[in-house]
């Protein structure tokens, strides 16, 4: 199994550029989640579905879209990228419900530098 | 708005020594606190938890102390080793079952370095 899967691992923007960022996992979990890290400020959520479907907004959801695309695929798209959007995105996955202790699996991570 | 604030932001503690990571939260509906460790370019992974009904969990050299009344928790890493160096994130999550089921809170991150 290779888990949480995350493409690109780098990308480099200028301020106006689209991009899409693409999870995929293979646990036949349903509920996947976009989180951003910036240095001080720990792992913020940006979008979250509970399950196929369903998408929901979390706490930083400005700026962003997301589309879950199957059970497998969630995607993070930039629709006019900021300096502000620079930093590392991380996508999770985790059973519904979380099962027993609600685990959350992560993927590599994606660093995105906007100039 | 930080929910779930985490200290000390950075710790350097020597080889066989105890670190000790604070957290505190205010939303009393939180009932799942987990703690992530992430090593250098890599995601988080799940490192231990703790459900409010039990006050302390351990698993083997990590352990998780929890003050309900408070509204704190805190991992503790006894003989640290230099392979525990990596950033130690406490979280927390409400609604077990509920809407908000699955949606965790992060703290800040601390930055843990053990010294040979």
Redesign the interface.
């Known amino acids: 199994n290779a888990g949480v899967t995350q493409t690109p691992k780098f990308q480099v923007l200028k301020t106006g550029q689209s991009m899409t960022l693409q999870c995929a996992q293979d646990m036949n979990h349903n509920s996947m989640y976009w989180y951003r890290q910036d240095p001080g400020m720990g792992l913020r959520l940006i979008y979250y579905s509970a399950s196929e479907g369903t998408t929901d907004k979390g706490e930083v959801p400005n700026g962003y879209n997301v589309s879950r695309l199957n059970k497998r695929e969630f995607s993070l798209r930039l629709e006019s990228a900021a300096p502000s959007q620079t930093s590392v995105y991380f996508c999770a996955s985790s059973e519904e419900g979380g099962g027993l202790y609600n685990e959350q699996f992560f993927g590599p991570g994606t660093r995105l530098t906007v100039l | 708005q930080q929910q779930?604030k985490?200290s000390p932001?950075s710790l350097i503690v020597q080889k066989g020594g105890i670190s000790i990571i604070n957290c505190a939260y205010e939303n009393t509906a939180f009932d799942?606190f987990?703690w992530y460790q992430q090593f250098p370019?890599?995601?988080?992974?799940?490192l231990i938890?703790i459900r409010p009904d039990v006050s302390e969990k351990k698993e083997g050299r990590f352990t998780i102390s929890f003050n309900k009344s408070a509204k704190q928790f805190s991992l503790h890493i006894m003989d640290s080793q230099p392979g525990d160096s990596a950033t130690y994130?406490c979280a927390a999550?409400k609604g077990?079952?509920g809407t908000s089921?699955?949606?965790?809170?992060?703290?800040?991150?601390t930055i843990l370095t053990v010294h040979p």
């Open positions: 779930v985490q932001q799942y987990p370019g890599k995601g988080p992974a799940l938890a994130f999550s077990f079952g089921y699955g949606k965790l809170t992060f703290g800040q991150g």
